[in-house]
């Protein structure tokens, strides 16, 4: 079984400009969540979606980060503009279902520095 | 905001020997899990005990959890070198809620 796919691996760049992170789950789950983990810190939740439609994005600051799942599969997640407290390992995970809250799966992470 | 606590921060051991590591959390949950993170890649599920278990084993692993207390404790028996790593605890609220992370145990195991 495929794991949780996240492209790219790692990416530099300069403060207020653009990136974008991109997740493809585990055939079948409908969870899909994505983590800001900092350095020496645990993962930090940013957005959780149900298939296509958000349950929870109360973290997500609202006024650069954006992320979209269509058709309820791959999703994205982008960052405009970026600032220097962005840098971090952005985590992409799922999970067969939330309301049964059963385990999720990780993918390896998009390392983002912002210089 | 992060819901589970661990402690202690940091933890370094001999092979061989056991390390036990504690979460304690805030509110009331539907299961907890302990997750494995080697430096630099993603997170790997471990174990998933759920509010009316008390405790469940697998493997080198024992997960306690005191719904009481609003805590839970990781034991790996027997450590080795490769279970050098940082472990999270996650509690899950049920329902559609998302699972929260806790900051972290980082385990070093010397050979």
């Known amino acids: 079984e495929a794991g949780v796919a996240q492209s790219p691996r790692y990416k530099i760049i300069e403060k207020r400009q653009s990136v974008a992170f991109w997740c493809n789950p585990i055939?079948?789950?409908?969870?899909l969540y994505w983590y800001q983990q900092i350095l020496g810190q645990g993962p930090k939740l940013l957005i959780q979606?149900?298939?296509?439609?958000?349950?929870?994005d109360s973290q997500l600051p609202k006024d650069r980060f954006s992320a979209e799942r269509l058709k309820g599969v791959d999703s994205t997640l982008k960052i405009q503009p970026a600032k220097l407290e962005d840098s971090a390992v952005y985590l992409c995970?799922?999970?067969?279902?939330?309301?049964?809250?059963?385990?999720?799966?990780f993918g390896q992470g998009t390392r983002l520095t912002v210089v | 905001s992060q819901q589970g606590e661990e402690d202690p921060q940091a933890l370094s051991i001999q092979e061989g020997e056991n390390a036990t590591m504690n979460c304690s959390y805030k509110?009331?949950?539907?299961?907890l899990q302990w997750y494995r993170q080697n430096s630099g890649r993603g997170l790997v599920h471990l174990i998933l005990?759920?509010?009316?278990?008390r405790e469940k084993h697998s493997g080198r692993l024992r997960v306690t959890l005191d719904t009481s207390k609003k805590s839970s404790s990781l034991l790996i028996t027997a450590s080795r070198a490769a279970d050098t790593a940082s472990y999270f605890c996650?509690?899950?609220?049920?329902?559609?809620?998302?699972?929260?992370f806790g900051k972290g145990t980082r385990l070093s195991v010397i050979a």
């Open positions: 995970a799922s999970s067969f279902t939330g309301i049964l809250n059963t385990e999720a799966f």
């Open positions: 055939s079948g789950h409908a969870t």
């Open positions: 979606f149900q298939n296509n439609g958000v349950v929870d």
């Open positions: 509110t009331s949950i539907n299961n």
């Open positions: 005990i759920r509010s009316n278990e």
């Open positions: 996650a509690t899950a609220r049920g329902g559609n809620t998302p699972l929260v």
